[in-house]
């Protein structure tokens, strides 16, 4: 038998939070820590087991209703199949050094590797698309491309300047005196699900009044009626403006000016789009008192996860995870 073993990043979001779905400018980074899937080719059927978490998987190929696989985590792996209309099949295990749930997307990095090792090819958008379309297939949850594409197409050492309209990714490297940490806020992302489809709503409402915000500037909010809907658009405005800040930031090696933007980007989710939670808030306020940090913000979603830091290299946080940036999911195929 052949053996197939795709790895797939997880990934961090710099900055440009609940901006992709708005065809917006995003600067994640794909990370070190990934899902592996190693297994055979198995006729017209998918079955996996993962050393995290209980039951196997089996649905029978091609999948149309991923949403009702059991155990809940297999919806990931067959929304993709359903999305990509694949038809031969894999029996393998799933593997992960990635925390769940914790805002690193996981579930994205199962979707790219279920996708690579589904026999799925074609340039990093059209992988990422696919993936992406399985994951609303799995959940019903509209998300946008950031988190699947930072998996297909990271770069060791760089951040992603990825263009969500038009779908080119653009590295931008990490000046060598910062990194990454990830701190989780052990909240759960109860809401997450139905807040983000509510945030796409209020974006689409505030688009009716003043066409794409990622073309807007703060002087159309004011054609925006509604004062909730206007804080919504103003924070899209903003944080595309911080995305081009910390572009030219870390481009100069200012790497101050990228923490005060991510500080900033946390304080504009909190007041103006509303994804925050107290927990949230008091763990930023406590990072940012640390020495070495250089800013903090809530990362992904919101409604819980975790909070990411930019710090110098070095610092020592309680809890904090350093994630470095890493290079995109591979597939490896070793024949008989
Ligand atoms: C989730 C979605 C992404 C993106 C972020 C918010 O991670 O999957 O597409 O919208 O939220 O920036």
Redesign the pocket.
Known sequence: MSRIEAWAPGRV?LI??????RGGV?LPMAIEQGTTLVGEPAGDAVELTSTAMPGTVRFDLPVDRPELVQPAWGRYVAGVAAAAGVRQGIRGVVHSDLPIGA?L?SS?ALEVAAALALGIEGDPATVAALA?DG?ERATG?P?????QLASVAGVAGHALRIDCTTLTVEPVAIPPGAVVQVVDSGEHRRLAESG?ARRRAECDAAEEAIGPLRLATTADLAGIDDPVLRRRARHVVTELARVDTVVAALRAGDIVAVGEALTASHRSLRDDFEVSTPGLDALVEDLLSRPGVLGARLV???FGGSVVVWCRRGTDLPGGLVVEAAGGARVRRTPP
């Open positions: 979001n440009g939070e609940h901006v992709d779905h995003v805002g997307s994205a992406r994951e949850v998300c946008g491309i950031m988190d983000y992904g979603a919101g």
